[in-house]
């Protein structure tokens, strides 16, 4: 069955960095989109990035562009967000999830997220 | 900004029916896409491309999207439902984002 398991937080001071980790399993990784949501203490969810299937193409979200960079390895069915330069209000469970399915040249970015990780809280105080 | 509203909270009783709003100009011609989501748990999509269901959703839960409107439609209401519901939409004419509502505190009286 499809599993996502993220990991990597913790506690970090602000201004330094972090690098979280979601492992896939289940399913061929290199053929979806793949997402990183998060959801501050109280607050809703929020999209932060996509990487395409390939890695060609990243998008982000204007609160983390120029801070965090996503990437993935296909060979390790692996995805990862870099995150550097981080504030208090980047604190937050971090979610990775599953984007569109790419075959044969048809895909759709628009595609629901159909499955997510438990999350790994990433707490930034001094 | 592309900016999705819903209203904060929804309450209902026990088999009654909950509609859980999600407006912005025409989105009906976009795709939404609406999320349950429970405390300590992973969301879990409930409705995709405004009124399909993920294989497990139960057929209580239903989808439609018009005009500048789109709706979650949740019958026959159980205890289980109470959850934070999100819709979300791909903003591709703004720099490719992926856009979520504030989110909907459904209450089951």
């Not at chain 1, 793949?34 to 996509?50: D, F, N, T």
């Not at chain 1, 990862?80 to 048809?106: P, W």
């Not at chain 1, 629901?112 to 707490?123: A, I, K």
Request: with cysteine.
């Amino acid at each position: 069955q499809v599993q996502l398991v993220e990991s990597g937080g913790g506690v970090v001071q602000p201004g330094r960095s972090m690098r979280l980790s979601c492992a896939a399993s289940g399913f061929t990784f290199g053929s979806y989109g793949m997402h990183w949501v998060r959801q501050a203490p109280g607050k809703g969810l929020e999209w932060v990035a996509i990487i395409w299937y390939d890695g060609s193409k990243k998008y982000y979200a204007d609160s983390v562009k120029g801070r965090f960079t996503i990437s993935r390895d296909n060979s390790k069915s692996t995805l990862y967000v870099q995150m550097n330069s981080l504030r208090a209000e980047d604190t937050a469970i971090y979610y990775c999830a599953r984007g569109y399915y790419y075959v044969s040249g048809t895909y759709s970015p628009g595609d629901s997220f159909d499955y997510w990780g438990q999350g790994t809280l990433v707490t930034v105080s001094s | 900004s592309y900016v999705l509203t819903q209203p904060p909270s929804v309450s209902v009783a026990p088999g009654q029916t909950a509609r859980i709003t999600c407006g912005r100009n025409n989105i009906g011609s976009e795709s939404v896409h609406w999320y349950q989501k429970k405390p300590g748990q992973a969301p879990v999509v409930v409705v995709f491309d405004d009124s399909d269901r993920p294989p497990g959703i139960p057929e209580r839960f239903s989808g439609s999207n018009s005009g500048n409107t789109a709706t979650l439609t949740i019958s026959r209401v159980e205890a289980g439902d109470e959850a934070d519901y999100y819709c979300q939409v791909w903003d591709s004419n703004n720099g490719h984002l992926w856009v979520f509502g504030g989110g909907t505190k459904l209450t089951v009286l």
